[in-house]
């Protein structure tokens, strides 16, 4: 496992990341298109806020099951919180904000948003 660490733009919002990426996913619903997310999903253990708690602004839409936060100052939003369909809380990590981490070697898999 790997350690890395992510961010918005400005640094605001700082995180930890401890796991072994192989896959990403695109999503082609209304929201992530607009933002141009690569995510990946990781259990909240992996997961460590560093700074920027209160530096955020949490923004819900259609079901409101996530909370899509993204900071004040740069407008980045560098993960998510949301829920698994057992229940568990899970992070939605943006790998496009993880600080040296090649996604050319990522298995892409296209999720089909849009048709929810
Ligand atoms: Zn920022």
Redesign the pocket.
Known sequence: MTTYQGS??????TYDITADFTEGMKCNCSHCKRKGFLLAFVPESSFVLKSGQDEQTTYHFNKKHIDHQF?N??G?QAFARGHDGNGNYMIAINLNCLEGFDATTLTITEFDGASI
């Open positions: 918005c733009h400005c640094g605001a919002v900071c100052t740069c980045v």
